[in-house]
């Protein structure tokens, strides 16, 4: 965003907040440093995001994965499931246990959506190839996303899938000789020989435009939502 344009945007970033609490906080303290436009980037920063929207009003908000609306909030999310189904088929090719694991962070309808365009897939390509998920119930536990990569290998998947942000997962499957597909970034680098593919969001596009939008005095709400077409989403 910055890199496209140029003197007419600043920004900052706080890394690593926990939802809740420390969420409203930073949030808070953004909107009162004069921020015009502040990006929410976890599912759990939503109703933190709402509150904070709702005592600032003449700041916008733009909210990821959510589903909450106001007058200066909107929200943005990338259709992850198409990359999901596409890599589905990959797995399906790939795979010779006819086993898929899937280590998930939390059952909301994102990762739901994401599980079942993975089987939908399967379905397809390789009848009777299984899906297997164990919930780590974290975005980022290294520790549990190791482990649950390592019970989903022990009971014969042979090919691990994500919805977490450590590269845990991806660094086990290297490590037990499997495959494994990364998620929101290209994961390649953490494993070399076990990495069929990663579903990367490009969240570029969408931030350059609604910045635009705020600079112009266009900027309004709304439910963004771009996929492989738009380029929000690649694999």
Known sequence: MVAALGDKVSSSYVENVPEGA??????????????????STSFGYMNPTLKVAKQF??????????????????TYLARTYEGRYVSGYIAAKMTKTKKIGYVASFPIPEVLRDIDAIQLALNKYNPGTEIKVVWVNSWFDPGKEAD????????????????????????????????????????????????????????????IQAAEG?????????????????????L
Do not use: C
Request: no cysteine; proline share 5%; hydrophobic share 40%.
């Open 22 to 39: 420390d969420a409203e906080r930073v949030i808070r303290n953004m909107a009162k440093g004069g921020y015009d436009l502040i990006f």
């Open 57 to 74: 009003p003449k700041v916008k908000f733009e909210h990821a994965t959510g589903y909450k609306q106001d007058k200066n909030m909107g």
């Open 214 to 234: 705020v600079i112009a005095g266009t900027w309004k709400p709304q439910d963004y939502w771009g996929g492989l077409k738009e380029g929000t989403v690649e």
């Open 148 to 207: 649950a990569a390592n019970a989903l290998i022990d009971q014969g998947v042979d090919v691990v899938f994500q919805h977490t942000d450590s590269p845990a997962p991806i660094q086990t499957a290297e490590r037990r000789g499997v495959y494994a597909v990364g998620y929101a970034s290209d994961m390649a680098h953490f494993g070399p020989k076990a990495v069929l593919a990663s579903i990367v969001n490009n969240w570029g596009p969408h931030y």
